[in-house]
Antibody, heavy 120, light 110 residues
Framework: QVQLQESGPGLVKPSETLSLTCTVS??????????WSWIRQPPGKGLEWIGY???????NYNPSLKSRVTISVDTSKNQFSLKLSSVTAADTAVYYC????????????WGQGTLVTVSS | SYELTQPPSVSVSPGQTARITCSGD??????AYWYQQKPGQAPVLVIY???ERPSGIPERFSGSSSGTTVTLTISGVQAEDEADYYC?????????????FGGGTKLTVL
């Protein structure tokens, strides 16, 4: 059974960089069948796709966040990571990592999510 | 930017049929996916490729597509179906497709 687990600081100061890691078990980030994605959800609001990384290192980001987002992959640790720079209170959200099936564009496994609050 | 439009809320009584719509200009060309999200939990895929049901999802969940609108239908709604439902598709107008989510629909079981 595939499992994804987010980890990282729950509190980030404004203007700093948010950093999260997703650890994958029961599956491999080196598989060519999946994109490894980040999705967020502000409190009480809907889902927003942030972007994904492929095992090869190629990435695809939401245009509205592209200038601030970096997603990377560490195949040796079976992890992928998110960095979001210059954060503001509007970046406060539950951040989910998820597995997206290539070509099918569906998210079949999700992490439990981690709340990141941007506040001084 | 491309948007998917859902009604904010739908209410039904137990045993009735709930229909949740999602509208978007590219839906005739792109598949739609539906997720169920209960409070404090991660979303769960309930329909993929407009009308396919993943293993483990009850048969009362079904999906359909007509033109620029896709519909999630829950037949014989049960109390446990009360949740937020999100449609998802892709915006293929750029170099690479981008994932787009609808705003979500809160299903209330009266």
């Amino acid at each position: 059974q595939v499992q994804l687990q987010e980890s990282g600081p729950g509190l980030v100061k404004p203007s700093e960089t948010l950093s999260l890691t997703c650890t994958v078990s029961g599956g491999s980030v080196s598989s060519g069948s999946y994109y490894w994605s980040w999705i967020r959800q502000p409190p009480g609001k809907g889902l927003e796709w942030i972007g994904y990384i492929y095992y090869s290192g190629s990435t695809n980001y939401n245009p509205s966040l592209k200038s601030r987002v970096t997603i990377s992959v560490d195949t040796s640790k079976n992890q992928f990571s998110l960095k979001l720079s210059s954060v503001t209170a509007a970046d406060t959200a539950v951040y989910y990592c998820a597995r997206e099936v290539v070509v099918a564009a569906r998210f079949d496994y999700w992490g439990q999510g981690t709340l990141v609050t941007v506040s001084s | 930017s491309y948007e998917l439009t859902q009604p904010p809320s739908v209410s039904v009584s137990p045993g009735q049929t709930a229909r949740i719509t999602c509208s978007g200009d590219a839906l005739p060309k792109q598949y739609a996916y539906w997720y169920q999200q209960k409070p404090g939990q991660a979303p769960v895929l309930v329909i993929y490729k407009d009308s396919e049901r993943p293993s483990g999802i009850p048969e009362r969940f079904s999906g359909s597509s007509s033109g620029t609108t896709v519909t999630l239908t829950i037949s014989g709604v049960q109390a446990e179906d009360e949740a937020d439902y999100y449609c998802q598709s892709a915006d293929s107008s750029g170099t690479y497709p981008h994932v787009v989510f609808g705003g979500g629909t809160k299903l209330t079981v009266l």
